[in-house]
């Protein structure tokens, strides 16, 4: 009986699994097709999934059009810089956090959820009056500012639940064997939790690559102007959307998120595995 009622189940939660990722796949997939879509085709009343005359104008145009390669600089090293130092103030914050439970624990909770409660709009104002004061408008380290703020509390909270799965028996075993503190952390704990610093690095990297709230108010210039922002050029002053090159130049500017994810995505398994059979 419960064989037979569980096969229907699980059919049903394949074909829920699979409309959803059609339903992720669907946006994705169109983007790539309108980028190869020369005008006539992108102005057909009967459009089709594949293009039949694929070309490369509409990136050809999208280059010429606006300083793309200059936008993507910018989003890199935003989007780098902030992961990376988001990462080094979280890991430490996290095993305190995770291991020392106490008021500690508690502040750092209660700070994950009402920072992530705050919209943008609400808390951009007294932001940008902050970096005024600090001479860090229209400026790249004061975005990076901003995108560390608004990740920590998240990985801060990611990085503990990683924390909380290392045994402490492990760094006891490695106390008794003379390890200091400093050494235990460096050598059992921290390769440990290389899976999860690599998945909250990713996380906030492709965070900051995708934002686009703050640095349109915070960046006033073009040359410092990141991936996001530029993209909305091609929209035209009556909200007509130059749509060949605007879909060229958003699918250049997923690619980054996507191959990110598939070169680390190995190793975070990887490393999830090797972890939990150390002993």
Same mark, same amino acid.
């Not at 994950?112 to 104002?125: E, K, N, T």
């Not at 229209?138 to 990740?151: A, D, E, F, H, Q």
């Not at 990611?158 to 290392?166: C, Q």
């Not at 686009?212 to 990141?226: C, D, I, M, N, W």
């Given at each position: 009986?419960?064989?037979? $009622?569980? !096969?229907?189940?699980?059919?049903?939660?394949? *074909? %829920?699994?699979?409309?959803?990722? +059609?339903?992720? #796949? =669907? &946006? /994705?997939?169109?983007?790539?097709?309108?980028?190869?879509?020369?005008?006539?085709?992108?102005?057909?009343?009967?459009?089709?999934?594949?293009?039949?005359?694929?070309?490369?104008?509409?990136?050809?145009?999208?280059?010429?059009?606006?300083?793309?390669?200059?936008?993507?600089?910018?989003?890199?090293?935003?989007?780098?810089?902030?992961?990376?130092?988001?990462?080094?103030?979280?890991?430490?914050?996290?095993?305190? $956090?995770? !291991?020392?439970?106490?008021?500690?624990?508690? *502040? %750092?909770?209660?700070?994950?959820? +009402?920072?992530? #409660? =705050? &919209? /943008?709009?609400?808390?951009?104002?007294?932001?940008?009056?902050?970096?005024?004061?600090?001479?860090?408008?229209?400026?790249?380290?004061?975005?990076?500012?901003?995108?560390?703020?608004?990740?920590?509390?998240?990985?801060?909270?990611?990085?503990?639940?990683?924390?909380?799965?290392?045994?402490?028996?492990?760094?006891?075993?490695?106390?008794?064997?003379?390890?200091?503190?400093?050494?235990?952390?460096?050598?059992? $704990?921290?390769?440990?939790?290389?899976?999860?610093?690599? *998945?909250?690095?990713?996380?906030?990297?492709?965070?900051?690559?995708?934002? /686009?709230?703050?640095?349109?108010?915070?960046?006033?210039?073009?040359?410092?102007?990141?991936?996001?922002?530029?993209?909305?050029?091609?929209?035209?002053?009556?909200?007509?959307?130059?749509?060949?090159?605007?879909?060229?130049?958003?699918?250049?500017?997923?690619?980054?998120?996507?191959?990110?994810?598939?070169?680390?995505?190995?190793?975070?398994?990887?490393?999830?595995?090797?972890?939990?059979?150390?002993?």
């Amino acid at each position: 009986m419960s064989l037979r $009622t569980g !096969r229907p189940a699980r059919a049903g939660q394949y *074909a %829920a699994l699979l409309c959803y990722l +059609v339903f992720l #796949a =669907f &946006p /994705f997939l169109w983007l790539v097709s309108t980028a190869f879509k020369p005008a006539r085709e992108l102005g057909s009343l009967h459009p089709t999934w594949i293009p039949e005359r694929p070309t490369l104008d509409n990136f050809r145009q999208a280059f010429d059009e606006q300083p793309l390669l200059q936008a993507a600089g910018n989003s890199l090293v935003a989007a780098s810089a902030a992961a990376l130092i988001a990462v080094l103030v979280a890991t430490p914050l996290a095993y305190a $956090t995770a !291991r020392h439970r106490g008021r500690l624990a508690s *502040a %750092a909770t209660g700070w994950v959820v +009402v920072s992530q #409660a =705050f &919209p /943008f709009v609400l808390v951009i104002i007294p932001l940008f009056l902050i970096l005024k004061n600090l001479h860090l408008i229209n400026s790249l380290w004061g975005l990076i500012l901003v995108y560390v703020v608004w990740s920590l509390p998240f990985a801060l909270w990611m990085l503990a639940g990683y924390v909380r799965a290392v045994p402490p028996e492990l760094e006891e075993a490695a106390a008794v064997d003379g390890a200091g503190k400093l050494r235990t952390l460096v050598s059992v $704990t921290a390769p440990l939790l290389a899976p999860g610093i690599v *998945a909250t690095a990713l996380f906030a990297f492709i965070t900051a690559w995708n934002e /686009f709230f703050f640095a349109l108010v915070l960046l006033k210039t073009p040359e410092k102007q990141t991936l996001p922002v530029v993209l909305t050029h091609f929209l035209g002053a009556e909200g007509v959307a130059d749509l060949g090159p605007l879909a060229a130049a958003a699918f250049l500017a997923t690619l980054p998120s996507l191959v990110l994810f598939a070169v680390i995505q190995r190793r975070i398994t990887g490393g999830m595995t090797a972890g939990a059979v150390k002993s």
